[in-house]
């Protein structure tokens, strides 16, 4: 069921900024109107660019050059006082930057052996319970958990067993961070993989696999037991997986719809309402998709074990936007509607969403 047009989100282009290199993450800098594009220049170094919304104009405050592309960026692990970015780069290494003082990190460790393609981080930003923790994924095949407060060494260490073959990781997130105990990452693989590990037990809580390289997981909130999760593939599916209840055997329930011919590079949901997400394509277009609940969310088997209920998918609004894919995409966590995308036509958007309070 669709929306009547009136009453449809619009996606509108509010600025857009070339950039002279290749941006592979952005983010906005919480509490403010500032935003970060990270990526990587023509001579192989890295680069980091802070920015900040002026009306209709990005006006550039700081650029920063570093020895590494840097591939990802997050600001989930650290206070909203010190808003300390944390960023993976080609080498394989985690820094943590003070944006006021970023000439040498204030944390540093060679986490990986090849290229972290993905960073996440959880209990900074008095959002959710525990540690500040950063989740890495690289394609050395390995999932790190860190604690900054611990030099040197992961609190965790995902790695394939013995004889199995290491897979290239695309994706982390974390996720059930809803008391001082509990928390997950969840992973995702070149070869279709998603795994989910459980940080308290240690120990793999569930596995699956869609067929398909896995571009970008997400839970709609990190900070709350475990909801729902979203995972992109690189054939323009993806899959809501409804994480509130887990069958013995059969697992979570799940329901998939392909949003387009190509790659979903990501995946974020709305912070402000969790049932909507925006996924960003291969072929420049982001669509906003809606979850909308069943009414029931698990039933009993045959055997009265519960198991979940998947609900249904609504697009209510897709645009394009680029002739490249777009790589990147963050919501602002403060004004709602208000989103940043990075693609590779070398150029930062800034979007605005309308009507989201409609919905």
């Known amino acids: ?15 857009q900024q070339s950039l002279s290199y290749t941006v592979f ?70 820094n943590i930057w003070n944006l006021e003082a970023p000439e040498i990190p204030v944390y540093s460790v060679k986490g990986h052996k090849e290229i972290i393609n993905s960073i996440d981080g959880v209990g900074g930003l ?7 923790e950063i989740v890495t994924g690289s394609r050395d095949g390995t999932v790190k958990v860190w604690d900054p407060r611990q030099k040197d060494t992961p609190v965790a260490n995902m790695e394939p067993v013995q004889g199995e073959s290491k897979r290239d990781c695309w994706t982390v997130a974390f996720g059930n961070a809803y008391n001082q105990e509990e928390r997950v990452v969840c992973a995702g693989y070149d070869n279709g993989d998603i795994k989910l590990f459980d940080l308290k037990t240690m120990s793999l809580r569930w596995e699956t696999n869609i067929k398909n390289g896995v571009c970008s997981v997400e839970f709609d909130r ?39 011919k190509s790659t979903i590079w990501q995946v974020r949901h709305l912070p402000q309402n969790r049932d909507i997400f925006m996924t960003s394509g291969g072929s420049g ?19 009265g074990a519960e198991m979940g209920v998947a609900g249904s998918l609504s697009l209510l609004q897709n645009v394009t936007l680029s002739t490249q894919p777009i790589s990147s995409l963050d919501w602002s966590p403060d004004k709602k509607g208000l989103c ?19 919905i």
């Open 340 to 358: 940043v995308c990075g693609a590779f036509d070398q150029t930062v958007r800034v979007l605005i969403v309308t009507k989201l309070n409609k």
């Open 222 to 260: 990190k900070d709350i037991n475990m909801n729902k999760l979203v995972a992109t593939s690189l054939e323009g599916k993806f899959h809501v997986f409804d994480m509130r209840t887990q069958h013995p055997t059969k697992g979570f329930a799940s329901v998939s719809e392909k949003a387009q």
């Open 25 to 94: 993450d952005c983010k906005w800098v919480p509490r403010s109107a500032r935003l970060l594009c990270l990526g990587s220049a023509a001579r192989g170094t890295g680069v980091v660019q802070l920015y900040e919304l002026r009306a209709a104009r990005l006006e550039l405050l700081r650029e920063i050059e570093k020895p590494k592309p840097i591939k990802c960026g997050t600001f989930g692990a650290t206070s909203l006082q010190q808003r300390y970015l944390a960023t993976g780069d080609f080498d394989g290494n985690l």
């Open 126 to 132: 008095g959002i959710g319970e525990g540690a500040p």
């Open 1 to 15: 069921s669709s929306a009547p047009a009136l009453e449809r989100p619009q996606v509108v282009s509010h600025v």
């Open 285 to 303: 277009s982001l669509h906003l998709w809606k979850y909308e609940y069943p009414a029931q969310r698990s039933k009993k088997d045959s055997e």
